[in-house]
Nanobody, 124 residues
Framework: QVQLVESGGGLVQAGGSLSVSCAAS????????MAWFRQAPGKEREFVAS????????YYGSSVKGRFTISRDNAKNTVYLQMNSLKPEDTAVYYC?????????????????WGQGTQVTVSL
């Protein structure tokens, strides 16, 4: 069975940094795309970033470009999201997701598996 477990969420002040990670297990895919989405209170789930198997192709949501960096360690089946220059509007539950080969990486319905999410709260 597949499990995606996020960790590293917490409370940080605006302007600070935080890194979250997601470890996958039980996947039968040879290669796969990993991504981060987030959902803030009262808002729809939003694409944050994605990364392909080799790490050579990344995409970012417009609201996080230049501030967040996605990376992965395939030996650990883990994807990371380094978040810098955090803003209160970054406050959300952050979810990791896995897709075999999404046609459009930012579309959440392309993803086969999801983690439970980790809370990131950015205070003033």
């Amino acid at each position: 069975q597949v499990q995606l477990v996020e960790s590293g969420g917490g409370l940080v002040q605006a302007g600070g940094s935080l890194s979250v990670s997601c470890a996958a297990s039980g996947l039968t895919f040879s290669t796969y795309v990993m991504a981060w989405f987030r959902q803030a209170p009262g808002k729809e789930r939003e694409f944050v970033a994605s990364i392909n198997w080799s790490g050579g192709i990344t995409y970012y949501g417009s609201s996080v470009k230049g501030r967040f960096t996605i990376s992965r360690d395939n030996a650990k089946n883990t994807v990371y999201l380094q978040m810098n220059s955090l803003k209160p509007e970054d406050t959300a539950v952050y979810y990791c997701a896995v897709a075999r080969r999404p046609l459009i990486a930012s579309m959440q319905n392309e993803y086969n598996y999801w983690g439970q999410g980790t809370q990131v709260t950015v205070s003033l």
